[in-house]
């Protein structure tokens, strides 16, 4: 038996918003967002129900095939999804929809996953973002029993701080079968942790150098310290300007040098996101990271 909070059985005895959105009226969008397979075991869809003219979250429901973490977590998830900004949604991580609930045993995690998951799929569809485009699993499959890929279970791993590929198990599965996977698990993590020291290297050169010698360093980067460094470099410096005007922006993908971001909050639509484009992110991350970059909006 689960230690489950009783937060959790609450939600399991009592699930809010189960079922799916058929109605709409003008000016209103549904979409839905669907994730796992009966055959892995859990399957959750998350139905929304979007304000076009201020693209708030109106109703959220849910339909899942699942155990009572994967009901509770779901429920929890559509009380936090009300009334939110569908921006303000899309920041919504699977631990804050853990935290919500109590807390979940970690060997549950991976509910909290799907619900996080679920969410950023009908957003996606939502903004007309192609799903292909953002879809993780189009990485190298690294877990074949569960049809897990690496961006996934890195992803997992640098958001919730993961050490051991037990962790990794109880948050996306991969692993849980027939245990093939494992030393693939085992040197995405070792990656990870690479990833960080390099973080640290990197973040110690930017400190001691001076911008122009900094720009002539750093093109000789590998390709992990260039992406650590344009995400330091967004998180730092570009997005605290942004969030002055109420605007705010992820890092989507990076395809050699040329950076793709999603525009969030009022840089989202803004008449002048072009140029804020140019001015406020190429330019600075020319200028702090590599001079031949481009940066793209999806
Ligand atoms: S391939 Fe990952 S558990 Fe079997």
Known sequence: MWDYTDKVMEHFHNPRNQGAITEKQEGEEIVTGEVGSIACGDALKLHLKIDEATKTIKDARFQTFGCASAIASSSALTELLKGRKVEEALKLTNKEIAESLGGLPEEKMHCSVMGQEALEAAIYTYKGIPLDNHEEDEGNLICRCFGVSDTKIKRIIRENNLTTAEQVTNYVKAGGGCSSCLPDIDDLLEEITTEKEKSIEVATTIATA???????????????????????????EIRPVLAEDGGDLEL??????????ILK???????SSTETLKIAIEATLKDRVLPTLTVESV
């Open 210 to 236: 001076d911008r122009s010698s900094t720009a002539q360093t750093t093109k000789t980067l590998t390709n992990i310290q260039k992406i650590t460094l344009i995400q330091q470099v967004i998180d730092r």
């Open 252 to 261: 989507f993908d990076i395809e050699g040098d040329l950076v793709k971001v």
């Open 265 to 271: 909050g009022a840089c989202n639509g803004c008449v």
